[in-house]
């Protein structure tokens, strides 16, 4: 019900490197377990990425596990996705999504979140 704020999306070359960061208002209760998932043109959408934030554990796909690290920081209620090495695969649309529990484990379906970001689009160009 209560948006998400996110920043970050753009263009880029092959090989390159974008951070997305995702923030919540100071009154949002369910910034528990807070994923970003990725949606191509004609996929259906899938997490990439999720992080506990009671905990700091993380979880990644294995598409994107050792290229992409999601992260948050300690004073604020913001999780950033820094992805590494990008190719043409990686263009889509980005959300990130949040929802309480007491954790965070995959697999991540997309309706069981109940807070949602406006998804900015990541092109990469070859």
């Known amino acids: 019900q209560v948006p998400l704020m996110e920043s970050g999306g753009g263009s880029v070359q092959a090989g390159g490197s974008l951070n997305l960061s995702c923030t919540a208002p100071?009154?949002?209760?369910?910034?528990?377990?807070v994923a970003w998932f990725l949606q191509a043109p004609v996929q259906e959408r899938e997490a990439v990425a999720s992080i506990y934030t009671g905990g700091g554990a993380t979880y990644y796909s294995d598409y994107v596990k050792g290229r992409f690290t999601i992260s948050q920081r300690n004073t604020q209620k913001t999780v950033s996705l820094q992805m590494n090495t990008l190719n043409t695969e990686d263009t889509a649309m980005y959300y990130c999504?949040?929802?309480?529990?007491?954790?965070?484990?995959?697999?991540?379906?997309?309706?069981?979140?109940?807070?949602w970001g406006q998804g900015p689009r990541v092109t990469i160009s070859s």
């Open positions: 999504a949040s929802r309480f529990v007491q954790n965070c484990l995959p697999p991540q379906d997309e309706a069981d979140f109940n807070h």
């Open positions: 100071t009154h949002l209760y369910m910034w528990i377990c």
